[in-house]
């Protein structure tokens, strides 16, 4: 069997060599009848093959990232000046700030700490567990990696209901033989309608890392940069509508976003309930335990409260980076949340435009954990030799955890984005798709959120966002529709990749720890991504409208950096 499963092995990874070859073979092929055509046909091509390696996996997403530095000057889209600026702008800056400060969270197992914490006010009980495990990762999400949180949460899961299971076949009359026959399950602690305890715990263990992995997913999307796509929108809207006014920002994007999280956020702890606990939502949250199952919960809480025992009292370095932290938070909610006049619009300020960013705000607070030491300087307090302090952040910390590649694959989303504005290809889709203007503009948005949805499922949601909203700003300026109202729920369903475990890293995950099968996230996974696209939809089209003033067609969205658009539906 072994002789025969590594035969079939090798046979499939020739068949996907030969499969990347005759890829590359033909994108070589192609160039050469690619330049004889059309600006707008030359863009597209690039287009194509990037989508076709970005899904196929032919080179590292941050490698197919670069191939607008090599084809858009040899096929005249662009000069190799204009692209290469589109690889660091300041949404790069602002992206690798933030991952600055989330390093340095980690780097001190600040975020340990407030998980643990919230888990010992939450409670042990079933549903109420699945909501602190829920809560905690989503906010953890809105601040560092969602690959990150989730790596961290799933093994504080698996020791909580290792003790659950644990305690359950103590008391059980035949926990013994239980544990003869299978020692692979680890985890259980709920009354469920399962037969036997074994299947009680492997339901309880799917439905944790489930809920793990959707809620980190889910809280990325309530802050700018909490989640990457959202650094794209950000990036391609500041691109194509230079003189939009700063009109996303991270105060007007947690105002949308964050309500929005918390809605989808509630609904997939009420459908992971019904999934994996049952309809008995009385039984869930605890009410009417027996005293045995008291006893069990009791036990699980000691394992977390032992857990938050290690990591002792705070220490300087911790307290230095939750007060930075606030001040970076703090900071960027008030530079210009557009309802009042904020510090940024009144003091940096020239002809009416700020000088400051968000990007501005997170590096200068990253700059000061460079500078700012780890420990109380003794050096205070004694006249002895000066000693050298290690700083709260390190550029080796940084060079390590840094996802450079993200970075690179920010830049090359930009360069697609100027392309295929500077091509004149993202007007002349847009003009392709002027039909849908005999539609309501709720069906509109609807139906594209549901596509992009699904398309993430299968790539990168930082390539998905990347090869879409270039288009929808261009489809939405030609039938005279606000383009945040199309961009804005079609980056959000960007992440909402929740159906397989290639679909995002979280998925990956929780898919590795072997209790999940493909169908558990398949079906859970469904039903979560229509709840996703309806909560968007209802988010867009009631705090939505009012925050971005969707009702107007926008002077800004007239005012392309190109000079392509000429033509305007008459419903402008």
């Not at 290469?84 to 600040?110: Q, T």
């Not at 709920?190 to 299947?199: G, K, R």
Request: glycine share 6%; aromatic share 10%; net charge neutral.
């Amino acid at each position: 069997m072994q002789c025969c499963s590594s035969s079939v092995a090798t046979k499939s990874a020739v068949i996907g060599l030969q499969a990347c070859g005759l890829v590359s073979q033909s994108a070589v092929l192609c160039v050469l009848i690619v330049c004889v055509l059309f600006q707008e046909a030359k863009c597209g091509y690039v287009i194509i093959l990037m989508a076709l390696f970005w899904c196929m996996e032919v080179l590292p997403l941050g490698v197919t990232a670069l191939f607008p530095v090599v084809l858009f000057p040899l096929m005249n889209i662009m000069d190799s000046t204009k692209v290469c600026m589109e690889y660091l702008k300041d949404s790069n800056m602002l992206f690798l700030g933030g991952l600055m400060v989330a390093i340095a969270v980690e780097h001190w197992n600040l975020h340990k700490r407030i998980a643990l914490r919230v888990l010992l006010i939450v409670g042990v009980r079933p549903a109420l567990l699945i909501m602190g495990f829920m809560s905690v990762t989503a906010f953890l999400s809105m601040w560092i990696s969602n690959t990150a949180t989730t790596a961290m949460m799933i093994p504080i899961a698996q020791a909580v209901l290792d003790q659950l299971h644990k305690s359950e076949q103590e008391t059980s009359p035949v926990g013994h033989v239980a544990e003869s026959i299978n020692k692979a399950f680890e985890l259980i602690g709920v009354i469920a309608s399962n037969p036997t305890l074994e299947e009680k715990h492997l339901t309880f263990c799917k439905g944790m890392s489930l809920s793990v992995c959707y809620a980190a997913s889910i809280g990325g999307i309530a802050t700018l940069t909490g989640s990457t796509p959202n650094l794209v929108m950000k990036g391609q809207m500041d691109a194509l509508f230079p003189t939009n006014n700063n009109v996303v920002n991270f105060a007007s994007w947690f105002m949308f976003a964050f309500p929005t999280m918390l809605l989808l956020l509630a609904l997939s702890w009420i459908w992971l309930q019904i999934m994996f606990l049952g309809f008995d939502f009385r039984k869930n949250l605890g009410f009417g335990a027996n005293a045995s199952m008291k006893a069990k919960q009791k036990m699980a809480y000691r394992i977390i409260k032992d857990e938050h025992k290690k990591l002792g009292s705070m220490r300087f370095a911790e307290i230095a980076v939750t007060v930075l932290f606030l001040i970076l938070v703090v900071l960027w909610f008030t530079r210009d949340p557009g309802f009042i006049p904020g510090w940024a619009t009144n003091v940096f300020n020239k002809n009416g435009e700020s000088y400051v960013t968000d990007a501005t705000v997170v590096m200068f607070i990253s700059l000061l954990m460079f500078l700012i030491p780890s420990e109380i300087p003794t050096y205070l307090y004694s006249t002895k030799q000066i000693p050298v302090l290690p700083a709260l952040l390190d550029w080796k910390t940084v060079n390590q955890k840094m996802p450079w590649n993200i970075v690179i694959l920010l830049g090359g989303g930009f360069a697609l984005a100027k392309g295929s504005e500077e091509s004149g290809l993202s007007e002349w889709l847009g003009s392709k798709l002027t039909p849908l203007q005999n539609m309501s503009s709720p069906i509109i948005v609807l139906l594209l959120c549901l596509l992009v949805a699904t398309f993430t499922e299968c790539t990168s949601n930082v390539a998905t966002t990347t090869l879409f909203l270039p288009i929808l700003a261009a489809m939405a300026q030609t039938i005279c529709l606000n383009p945040l109202y199309v961009m804005l729920p079609c980056t959000l369903s960007a992440s909402l990749a929740f159906m397989l475990p290639v679909a995002t890293p979280p998925n990956a995950i929780a898919f590795s720890y072997g209790q999940l099968k493909v169908i558990d996230m398949v079906s859970t996974g469904s039903v979560l991504n229509i709840l996703g696209v309806l909560t968007i939809m209802l988010a867009i089209n009631t705090w939505g409208y009012p925050l971005f003033d969707l009702n107007h067609f926008p002077v800004w969205a007239n005012s392309t950096s190109t000079q392509h658009l000429e033509t305007k539906s008459p419903r402008c």
